[in-house]
């Protein structure tokens, strides 16, 4: 089976709900102990952009994020996400561990990331193409 990188299943649970969040951690809860070592907490980020011309760096603002640290078979876990949503960001750190800790269940973990991943892309792509009958071709308004 496809190994999946940490940016990858980063991004996929940051743009899961809480509640598939959750039920990912709760595959590894089951059968492995979960200690917290930074319990999820909120915190400011601050945003880095960069600006299109100079190609300069510069700081956008801050946002409020939340993060969490977990421990699994004595393998850290980490997750930082916008907003503040404590059980997300927990039941992430716990799927960062268990993926860290090479636990036999990342292969379950990594099959449902996958479908989580498919059936986002599906919604996106409808969501685009729902927007784009709405764009407007200006250069075409004045020809009649």
């Known amino acids: 089976m496809m190994k999946l990188s940490r940016r990858e299943y980063s991004r996929i649970l940051a743009a899961a709900d809480r509640e598939q969040a959750r039920a990912l951690s709760e595959l590894i809860m089951r059968t492995h102990r979960v200690r917290s070592l930074r319990p999820a907490q ?3 980020a601050m945003i880095q952009m ?14 409020l994020c939340c993060e969490c640290m977990v421990e699994v078979e004595r393998s850290t876990g980490f997750s930082v996400m916008m907003g503040d ?3 997300k960001v ?5 799927v960062d561990a268990a993926f860290a800790a090479g636990v036999p269940e990342t292969e379950e973990l990594t099959k449902r990331l996958l479908e989580m991943d498919r059936a986002q892309k599906a919604a996106r792509m409808h ?6 009958k709405s764009k407007v071709e200006f250069s075409a308004m004045g020809e009649g």
Do not use: C, H, M, Q
Not at 51 to 60: C, D, G, N, R, T
Not at 90 to 94: F, I, N, P, R, S
Not at 127 to 132: A, D, F, G, K, L
């Open 127 to 132: 969501r685009n193409s729902e927007i784009i």
């Open 50 to 63: 960069r600006e299109p011309v100079s190609a300069s760096l510069f700081y956008l603002g801050e946002a």
């Open 42 to 44: 909120k915190t400011l």
């Open 85 to 87: 949503d404590f059980e």
């Open 90 to 94: 927990t039941a992430a750190a716990v």
